[in-house]
């Protein structure tokens, strides 16, 4: 075995020696073939679901004139008195206090669920760990427009079901990063707080806890940063909030106020995550 | 020794007095954090909703039970539309792959051609992307290029572009120098630098991140059709406009199928790429 390694060796250097390679490649042979077998799958797998859904390729680069069209001519001037008269703006209100309850609830539900979720420290293995997994799952998975029909069938308009599925929403959104952290801490502590003799409880509020403090204040403005971007929306389907009056104008084609409606949410995200990214990075810095 | 004592000691009440004063402050914003969640549940929850329509808890049951069980007949009309979010999504990462490209190009503190002119409109369209929601971005494309599948794929892969180009550019800012240098010792222009020093380093982020957007953008396919591009979502407001409930829950399950059968793959393509 060890000489035919040798031999092999020699046989290559032999052969660079006397024919070296025209160019210099980061991938040898069999590599490379597996390599290109994967870009060609791709490639035929895009060729492929572009047939199978009749996209209109051709569309694609004659979009932009098209697009460049409908922005300058019908929803150029953007309706400015429109968004910024009071009950348009008492609506903004209320969109913000939706999405802060119900990062807030959802960050609340998450910290128990993550307890169960996170393998290292979960009371059972056996049945906590996988129920634990099955609600983040389940809450992720199901998108929080889906959530918020659901809810407006079952308790009507409002914003409370707004405030429902943006619980939804973040239980799946923090409970996984919260989770994730939680697997990452360092296990001494653990050993020391339940060779004391202390219960699942107690271990996961004195040796857990302490460890993540800084990370979940991080993932918790997170979670409601991007619970804001999607209550911003979530009127459409009948949640309260801004996403409301995006409904009406939309569907009355009154596109000048689409496009103000519009602007009014890119500028209230981009301030929000401003101002998340501002405090992230203050709390990181505590640590 | 004791002189350090009592010099320390001195420090020591002004870090006591510190932390008592730190902990007022904290006890304030507790509590004014109380305040502003109580005055938003009196507005959003109490005010606003409409309790006579909900009734009881039994009520609410029967508002939940119309869900159950689920319409088992659905099934065989749903395997096209899940192949078609599964398309719509893997199209959009693909899109958004090749236009992220450019983002992050621009966007990348010391690769981007002009740090006064496209340095910002990097960062300004990761922004953009990023905040404005796929259905804010379905609504526009719907209304540019019509009814399809097509809206579908572009509110996706716009929606993507922000995050990878994003996280990418990061990655290309803190990247490791000496290959750099090393190719520009041996006379490598910018274009080589790029192509040779840092590609090679940040390819499996890239990578790996769109095969997570990927993930994501199945979640997001899911729900196009709500307003009128393709997928599942079109079924679910297909049932949902018949009042079929039991229907929805079936797509609902779908869903959650297509999405886990997404989560499972996207894990083990991440553990071969990086």
Known sequence: MKSDKKENFRSSIHTTLSDPPRTWSRFKYPQSLIRYIL???????????????????GRFFTMFGRLGDMMTKKYYPPDTSYILNKDYLRYVLETVQMAYLGALFGILFSIPISWLASFNVTPSRRWAYPVGRFIIMACRSVHEMIWTIIFVIVIG??????VIALTMFSIGFAGKLFSEEVEAIKLGQVEAIRSTGANPF???VYAVLPQVRVAW???SIYTWDSAFRAATVLGYFGAGGMGWYLKESVERLETLRVSAILLSIICLVVVSEVASAWARNKISKMK | MMAQSSIKKNHIDIILQHRRRTKTIRYCLYALLLLLVLWSIEITIIK???????GGLGTILKGIARFFPPDLSLIKYLFKPTVETFMIAFLGTMLAILLAIPVVWFG???????RAITYPIGRAAMTLSRSVHEIVWALIFVSAVGLGAFPGILAVSMRSIGFISKVSAESIEDVDRRPIEAIKAVGGNTFQVILFGIIPQVIPVFIGNAIFQWD?????ATIM????AGGLGLTLERQLLMYNHQGVTTVIIAILLIITLGEIISYYARKAVI
């Open chain 1, 39 to 57: 870009y060609l799958v791709i490639f035929v797998f895009v060729v492929y679901s572009l047939e199978y859904l009749n996209v209109p390729v």
């Open chain 1, 157 to 162: 308009f409002g914003m409370f079901p707004g």
């Open chain 1, 202 to 204: 107690q271990v996961f």
């Open chain 1, 217 to 219: 204040t991080g993932i």
């Open chain 2, 48 to 54: 606003d909703t409409d309790w006579e329509r909900i």
């Open chain 2, 108 to 114: 990348a503190h010391n690769i981007t051609p002009s």
């Open chain 2, 216 to 220: 994501i953008n199945i979640r997001r």
């Open chain 2, 225 to 228: 059709g709500l307003v009128g």
